[in-house]
């Protein structure tokens, strides 16, 4: 199977920003032309992320959607307040393919199973924000603001069985820009389900690291954002490196 290289923007409002480790988010940019820019530069997936859902307690990002879907004929995910069968079925027919969930998997861990179940396990994300702490890491729930204590490996494992792919993001290195936690992705590599790694990736060589420890897809950000690398940048750097990629 391919790798896949996934363009991730999270959302708050009308605009894309982005933070570091998920505080003091600054616009970066208009979410219909930043989709259309990395559609057409060739990203394989866009994950939409809103980022004040777990605040309001909604997901905003029905309108979004619904205007790139016009655009963009690549599966989209999208993530952040997803609490209820109710918020699944509305982000679908906005125009997702796929629905992460976090949060309210943690608070009821029935919930991705129930909805696995309602939806087919394909459409249902496990989306993990992880978070260093000591030789582990911790699972941090409403866009990184709270930890839930919980072991963010063995809570992934658990709920594995029951979802269609993992999405783990390593909070320490996101939006630093300073290369990707292999470790973390070389602790899930022997998940049952594919496995979407994002956080600190900048250029292909950091993509193949994640790839080699064990990832199937790889989710760029800031990276993108700020002019470091291209999906296209990452694609060819991949193919000289010996690896098949979808063009």
């Known amino acids: 199977m391919m ?9 708050k409002g009308p605009r894309v920003v982005k933070g570091v480790s998920m505080q003091g988010e600054r616009p970066v940019g208009d979410p ?12 394989d997936e866009l994950l939409y992320v809103d980022t004040y859902a777990s605040l ?19 599966p989209i995910v999208v993530a952040g307040g997803i609490r209820t069968m109710e918020d699944i079925r509305a982000a679908l027919l906005a125009g997702a393919d796929r629905v992460a969930v976090n ?19 394909s459409t249902i994300v496990l989306l993990v924000d992880a978070v260093r ?14 930890d839930s204590g919980i072991d963010a490996i063995e809570w ?8 269609g792919e993992v999405c ?23 998940l049952p389900c594919p496995l979407t790694y994002g956080g600190g990736v900048r250029h292909a060589a950091d ?35 010996g690896r098949r990629v979808r063009k």
Not at 103 to 121: E, K, S
Not at 168 to 190: N, W
Not at 208 to 236: E, Q
């Open 56 to 74: 309001v307690g909604r997901n905003a990002l029905a309108p979004i959607i619904g205007r790139a879907c016009s655009d963009v004929f690549v």
């Open 207 to 241: 993509a193949d690291a994640v790839l080699y420890a064990g990832a199937d897809a790889v989710a760029v950000g800031a990276a993108l954002h700020f002019g470091r690398t291209t999906i296209g940048g990452i694609k060819d750097g991949l193919t000289t490196l």
């Open 133 to 146: 702490s000591g030789t582990t890491w911790h699972a941090l729930t409403e866009y990184g603001r709270e």
């Open 32 to 43: 219909h032309d930043l989709a259309r820019s990395y559609y057409a530069d060739g990203a």
């Open 3 to 11: 790798p896949r290289i996934v363009a991730r923007l999270d959302v």
């Open 156 to 163: 992934a494992y658990k709920l594995a069985p029951f979802v």
């Open 103 to 121: 949060t309210q998997a943690v608070r009821d861990p029935t919930f991705p199973m129930a909805a696995a179940l309602a939806y087919g396990a």
């Open 168 to 190: 783990v993001t390593s909070v320490d290195r996101d939006g630093r820009m300073q290369g990707p936690d292999v470790g973390l992705v070389d602790a899930l590599r022997d």
